[in-house]
């Protein structure tokens, strides 16, 4: 359970850390390059997780792999969140 909670806090931070809805403080192409590298990091020690077979690996990947999912559900929606807010300015500015 603690190396769950372990690929947890490490996915979620690295996440988080960078902009889980977009960093204000770098450009949106890094934004999309560093969850881009993190993404295929991620992807690659998930293999390594499986092919070796060890424990506390596949643990660790499936926390990161929880928090990862965690990360892009609320980037989802914030984003969803951001249309409803547009749409409604612009039903009220044509009234």
Known sequence: MIWFIVGLAVILGLLAT???????????????ILWTLISFS??????????TSDDALIEITLGGSFGFV?????????????????????TSQEN
Request: aromatic share 10%; charged share 15%; hydrophobic share 55%.
């Open 18 to 32: 960078i902009g889980i809805t977009r960093n204000q403080f770098m450009s949106q192409k890094m934004w999309v």
């Open 42 to 51: 991620f992807a690659i020690f998930i293999l390594v997780a499986f092919l």
């Open 70 to 90: 965690v990360a892009i559900s609320i980037h989802v929606l914030h984003h969803t969140l951001e249309e409803i807010q547009k749409r409604r300015k612009s």
